[in-house]
């Protein structure tokens, strides 16, 4: 777990030292893993095996509340169960497949395929056939919904599609150091306040990379975040798969050039910080409110990714002025990531698809570089036919 003033410190020896945190060596990354379909299918496979984040507590508040997904390609149907636990199935009609619940979120207390009447319980247990007489005798045990490994904590839904035979749990996925992380915000009981997806023409990757890079704020964002967040400054703590990068903002920088670096007070008011849960989770801890990212590789194209961006708030805290606040971080967000980052990364992606080679990844960015260095790991262990 991070100690805020020994983070503060060595942010402010950066700047006076003009250097940054920096990885054991330069990383050149082949242009055909962001477009190669083998390369992209070898990865959806790996994911599946992982605890994944699919939804917030608060989208699920009583028992028979749902949402469906599609994740990794495959529709699900998550239910808050009747003893306040959360399940999650495949939503796939056991008769002839069609998709068992359409809406994208209710509250029910069964669901009915609208194809032939196929109803299932909560649980997915399969309840009632319509014209069961004319159907040979069936195991109704064996025709329920197919079941994914599902479980719910710090106030997220997670779940492992293709979990093995010992599936693992969260707090094992993450380890001790990431579950410490989790606990310095109210995650549990925290409120979501904007909710907003967005497909976008390009791989997964570059997203998650941009998410965490301190290389390009003041040239990419010259009238907006760069002006609020400082470049090539930042520090990177890894905890195995995952990891959280500390950037500063300006007004640390400007203090530090004053020679004001003793009056800093308020650690978050003056550094940025990126927690990432390896593979897709992105959450960015502000003064008060968290932007929680998952972005979604498409299933069926390398060049295509969705991108869900939860913002949560702590429900002690949370009063008119912050949801000012809240919407004002919004607006800069939007404009950066939607003028900005993205149509960047739709050009590195017609890029790559145009020219084969590699992408440089410099030792002053070790925070993009440990998303690539831990999924060629956990690659090369997943098809040697090690546990993910």
């Known amino acids: 777990m991070s100690n805020h003033q020994?983070?503060?410190?060595?942010?402010?020896?950066?700047?006076?030292?003009?250097?940054?945190?920096?990885?054991?060596?330069?990383?050149?990354?082949?242009?055909?893993?962001?477009?190669?379909?083998?390369?992209?299918?070898?990865?959806?496979?790996?994911?599946?095996?992982?605890?994944?984040?699919?939804?917030?507590?608060?989208?699920?508040?009583?028992?028979?509340?749902?949402?469906?997904?599609?994740?990794?390609?495959?529709?699900?149907?998550?239910?808050?169960?009747?003893?306040?636990?959360?399940?999650?199935?495949?939503?796939?009609c056991k008769h002839r497949g069609g998709r068992v619940e359409v809406c994208e979120a209710g509250k029910k207390r069964a669901f009915t395929c609208s194809y032939h009447g196929w109803t299932y319980d909560r649980d997915g247990s399969l309840r009632h056939i319509p014209y069961a007489q004319f159907f040979e005798p069936l195991?109704?045990?064996e025709h329920g919904l197919t079941q994914v490994h599902t479980e719910e904590r710090h106030g997220l839904v997670w779940v492992t599609l293709d979990p093995g035979e010992k599936p693992q749990t969260v707090a094992e996925y993450l380890g001790a150091d990431m579950e410490e992380r989790f606990r310095e915000f109210n995650y549990e009981?925290?409120?979501?306040?904007?909710?907003?997806?967005?497909?976008?023409?390009?791989?997964?990757?570059?997203?998650?990379?941009?998410?965490?890079?301190?290389?390009?704020?003041?040239?990419?964002?010259?009238?907006?975040?760069?002006?609020?967040?400082?470049?090539?400054?930042?520090?990177?703590?890894?905890?195995?798969?995952?990891?959280q990068s500390f950037t500063p903002r300006m007004r640390l920088e400007k203090a530090v050039e004053a020679g004001e670096e003793d009056q800093v007070e308020g650690f978050y008011k003056h550094v940025g910080s990126s927690m990432f849960v390896f593979p897709n989770v992105n959450a960015a801890i502000t003064p008060h409110h968290i932007e929680f990212w998952t972005t979604w590789p498409s299933s069926h194209s390398p060049s295509e990714?969705?991108?869900?961006?939860?913002?949560?708030?702590?429900?002690?805290?949370?009063?008119?002025?912050?949801?000012?606040?809240?919407?004002?971080?919004?607006?800069?967000?939007?404009?950066?990531?939607?003028?900005?980052?993205?149509?960047?990364?739709?050009?590195?992606?017609?890029?790559?698809?145009?020219?084969?080679?590699?992408?440089?990844?410099?030792?002053?960015?070790?925070?993009?570089?440990?998303?690539?260095?831990?999924?060629?790991?956990?690659?090369?262990?997943?098809?040697?036919?090690?546990?993910?």
């Open 6 to 92: 020994q983070v503060l410190g060595t942010l402010i020896r950066y700047f006076k030292e003009n250097t940054t945190h920096l990885a054991d060596s330069e990383l050149r990354v082949p242009t055909s893993h962001f477009t190669d379909d083998e390369h992209a299918a070898r990865e959806l496979a790996l994911m599946r095996t992982v605890p994944v984040v699919v939804a917030h507590h608060s989208e699920l508040p009583d028992p028979g509340s749902f949402v469906t997904r599609d994740v990794l390609g495959t529709p699900l149907l998550i239910v808050r169960q009747r003893d306040g636990s959360v399940g999650a199935s495949i939503n796939i």
């Open 305 to 388: 990714c969705t991108i869900h961006i939860r913002f949560l708030a702590d429900p002690d805290t949370y009063d008119e002025k912050m949801a000012e606040r809240i919407a004002k971080s919004w607006e800069i967000l939007e404009e950066a990531a939607t003028k900005e980052d993205w149509p960047m990364e739709e050009t590195i992606q017609a890029n790559a698809l145009a020219v084969s080679g590699v992408y440089i990844y410099g030792r002053n960015e070790a925070g993009p570089q440990h998303l690539h260095r831990q999924l060629a790991r956990k690659l090369a262990e997943f098809e040697a036919g090690q546990p993910a």
């Open 139 to 141: 195991d109704r045990l």
């Open 189 to 243: 009981k925290s409120l979501l306040v904007l909710d907003k997806q967005f497909t976008v023409p390009v791989n997964w990757k570059l997203v998650v990379d941009g998410a965490v890079d301190s290389l390009h704020p003041k040239f990419l964002h010259p009238h907006g975040v760069g002006k609020l967040i400082s470049t090539n400054t930042c520090v990177v703590e890894s905890s195995g798969l995952h990891m």
